[in-house]
């Protein structure tokens, strides 16, 4: 079958038709206006020969009068790849020599540079794609754009856009014209543009038939001719969208948080971390007396925050409280959302709000006296702290008579923090507190920088030993140093697994901190321990530096030096002008140097747990595969706790919900912008605040470590393959403890979300390196290789 009438597909021929032409059969079989045409398909294409007769039959069907000829590749116009733009169109063919070269033309744009590039991107097999070829009678509109049937700049179902000009849709597809923007939200406005409040009645109305129909947003195109007939030229799934929230069933709407970036995690969590962290997140929070539910959307952790705005008592301190682990992207949303009407207190949120007062009675008790013996003997409280820790990784391994899937997942269920958490959180929380406090005591009489340089070269930061610990290996490479140099990263973790690489000290540095990586608290992420290609590549970058004063280990001694002399300094000037205030900052600060570096040792205690719980997991999943009821062992990292019950004790195949659930990991795996607050109709909350004042050349952030750096930028999406030349600045969405190892190398830190005291900044500060936060999309706006300077004072960054 080489040429079929549109009116013949359907949308289970995309392999035969392509996306664009089952998109447009589905349009006629459900009754809208669409242009008559007939497509030719790819079997065509695979046996690379144009069926000339067939289609000169065709479009003498037609009239033989003037044609739209448009690709339809089968990867084009689905719901996660809607290849906007990447192959040919050819609009006004007529005659059967143009219409010819026309779809030859069609085909050879499967193979441009930007077509390839975009297969690359979303890692679609370029010898499974073939391409169909639509043929349709030409419209020759009086006006055409495109309808979006949710707003894809807010985010917001309610409400659809349309972009129109006069004459062909082109002009506003390609943007080679103004064209007029409308949004449609049910409210009727006076006539303006070139269209008519009838026109846009209209096509509000299609838009909802369309979106009922495909089940789904969809990005429409459209035709209006001389007579004021409206045409729909294609209907495809609207790609760019975040996915909604659940549905609550509630009427009033609801407010999200991300709680993923606090932990550096952008990237989609996976089945089974969902699973086990929305429990353990909840718990957390339930600890400090703050009760939220946590939420999968888009694979991210998303928490519920409604009743906590809507409640009298807890929006008075919610933005505050925002301050420390989410910084100030989060707060700027909150803070809008409280001004929002829809989330004016109610009663029964307050009476939550209250009874969560009472819980947080409770725990302020223990709070107090664990803060206060912190801060009274902090050196006691770090003994007791590593003492807890030690003990949760003794008691984190798996008994040794294990041996059945059943055996394993019991023990994988009755997992138990233990009574160390007092022990572990409120030396941390003391550390943080006496960190965060003196900004406001010695406001007027010292900088945020001076604040930023007593912060710098914290000791007893156990991220900060690890990477050192792995500078030290690099340092003692010797012979050894052009092989890890040389060699790519995954070859050489390939060697060391099996066993043929020299000992270059990595058995050592995996025994200790072989548990991490990148986004580590989702446990279907491999640890380093079972890939250590990341650490190799961040060995490699170490060798790089052969300046000894850039080595890690002078930098933070430099940090720490300077952090010393500035706080002697600050408090002799603040005990001067505000006596009181300076002697409490200056008692905080000292604390703050003695605690405030343990904020990473509480993760890394929960990392022992979470081993031990991936490896029992994987070795059941090893059973399940040889019971055939899964494709390969780590596919039980796609499931959930419940799932795995099932499939040990009752053999539940579950290979196909795997499937599925690894397409979309894949697809959300691509996302480069997760927003930041998310309300239930779509509404991404930052895309509707007031936007910052441009100043051409300059971004603005926020100042996370002080000091000033030019370099060369050096834009970072995975750590496991970056090469990072001493003196880049990096440049990242976000960044986790697995991430650090690269700050040895880089000159200075910009992302794109966090807060001051999160993993990234606090990391910054301690190698003493300028770090610029929150400014968003940075790893958009600038490229790798531009110049640009980092002021960690200002806050911005100067792309020059």
């Known amino acids: ?411 994988v269920e009755s997992r138990d923090s233990g009574d160390s958490a007092d022990a572990i959180m409120w030396p941390i929380v003391t550390g943080m507190l006496a960190a965060a406090l003196p900004a406001s005591l010695l406001k007027g009489v010292a900088s945020s920088d001076e604040i930023h340089t007593v912060l710098g070269g914290m000791p007893h930061n156990v991220t900060i030993e690890m990477d050192l610990a792995l500078w030290r290996l690099a340092q003692g490479a010797g012979e050894h140093r052009r092989l890890l140099l040389d060699t790519p990263p995954d070859e050489l973790a390939a060697r060391y697994l099996r066993g043929t690489l020299p000992d270059v000290g990595m058995a050592g540095f995996l025994d200790a901190y072989g548990h991490r990586g990148v986004a580590e608290v989702d446990l279907g992420v491999p640890r380093w321990a079972e890939d250590p290609a990341p650490v190799f590549a961040a060995i490699a970058n170490y060798l790089r530096v052969t300046d000894p004063r850039q080595g890690p280990d002078q930098r933070f001694q430099r940090a720490a030096a300077e952090a010393e002399a500035a706080l002697q300094e600050l408090v002799r000037r603040a005990r001067r002008r505000r006596p009181v205030r300076g002697t409490i900052a200056g008692f905080l600060l000292r604390r703050a140097r003695s605690l405030a570096g343990l904020r990473e040792a509480g993760k890394f205690a929960g990392l022992y747990p979470l081993r031990e719980t991936r490896r029992q997991l994987l070795l059941i999943g090893v059973d399940l595969h040889g019971a055939g009821l899964l494709e390969q062992p780590d596919d039980i990292m796609f499931l959930t706790l419940d799932e795995v019950h099932a499939a040990v004790h009752d053999g539940s195949d579950h290979r196909a919900t795997v499937a599925s659930r690894r397409a979309v990991h894949r697809r959300e795996s691509r996302r480069r912008a997760v927003p930041v607050a998310l309300l239930s109709d779509g509404t991404d909350v930052e895309a509707v605040l007031p936007a910052a004042p441009a100043v051409d050349g300059t971004l603005t952030g926020v100042g996370a470590s002080a000091g000033r750096v030019t370099g060369p930028a050096r834009v970072v999406h995975d750590p496991a393959t970056a090469h990072i030349e001493p003196g880049d600045v990096l440049v990242a969405a976000t960044t986790d403890p697995g991430w650090t190892p690269l700050f040895l190398t880089a000159s200075a830190l910009i992302t794109e979300t966090g807060a001051i005291m999160a993993h990234g900044p606090t990391v910054a500060r301690e190698y003493g390196i300028p770090a610029v936060i929150c400014v968003p999309d940075a790893t958009r706006t600038i490229s790798t290789g531009q110049l640009v300077t980092v002021d960690g004072g200002a806050g911005t960054v100067t792309v020059h």
């Open 1 to 411: 079958m080489r040429v079929i009438a549109l009116s013949e597909a359907t949308a289970t021929m995309v392999d035969l038709v392509g996306g664009k032409a089952a998109g447009l059969g589905e349009l006629i079989r459900r009754g809208e206006r669409v242009p008559e045409g007939f497509c030719v398909t790819t079997e065509a294409h695979r046996l690379g020969v144009i069926p000339q007769a067939e289609i000169v039959a065709a479009y003498e069907r037609l009239g033989a009068g003037a044609v739209a000829v448009r690709s339809s590749a089968t990867a084009e116009d689905l719901p996660d790849a809607s290849f906007a733009g990447q192959s040919d169109t050819v609009l006004n063919v007529t005659g059967t020599a143009e219409l010819l070269a026309a779809i030859r033309k069609c085909w050879d744009s499967l193979h441009t540079d930007r077509a390839v590039a975009y297969r690359d991107a979303r890692e679609i097999d370029h010898q499974a794609v073939r391409m169909a070829v639509v043929v349709q009678r030409m419209v020759a509109p009086a006006v055409a754009g495109v309808l979006f049937t949710a707003n894809p700049l807010t985010g917001r179902r309610d409400e659809m856009a349309v972009d129109a000009a006069p004459g062909l849709g082109t002009t506003v597809v390609d943007g080679a014209a103004t064209v007029d923007h409308y949004v449609l939200d049910g409210v009727t406005r006076d006539e303006a543009g070139c269209l008519t409040s009838v026109h846009l009645a209209e096509l509000r109305a299609t838009g909802e038939r369309l979106r009922g129909h495909f089940g789904s947003p969809q990005d429409v195109e459209w035709a209006i001719d001389g007579d004021g007939v409206l045409w729909l030229l294609q209907s495809r799934p609207i790609t760019s969208l975040f996915p909604l929230p659940p549905d609550t069933g509630k009427p009033l709407p609801r407010v999200y948080l991300e709680f993923g970036h606090v932990q550096g995690m952008l990237q989609p969590v996976t089945p089974m971390g969902m699973s086990t962290l929305r429990s353990q997140i909840a718990a957390m929070l339930a600890s400090l007396g703050v009760r939220v539910e946590v939420v999968d959307i888009g694979g991210r952790l998303y928490g519920d925050l409604t009743d906590l705005a809507r409640s009298r008592s807890s929006r008075k301190r919610l933005v505050k409280l925002l301050a420390v682990d989410f910084g100030p992207r989060a707060q700027a949303v909150m803070q809008h959302v409280l001004t929002d009407p829809r989330f004016a207190v109610t009663t029964a949120s307050t009476e939550r709000g209250a009874a969560q007062g009472a819980a947080s009675l409770r725990t302020a008790g223990r709070a107090v006296a664990g803060i206060l013996r912190a801060l009274a003997r902090p050196d006691a409280a770090r003994v007791r702290m590593f003492r807890a820790i030690e003990q949760m990784r003794v008691r984190s391994a798996a008994p040794a008579d294990l041996r059945t899937a059943a055996d394993r997942l019991r023990f």
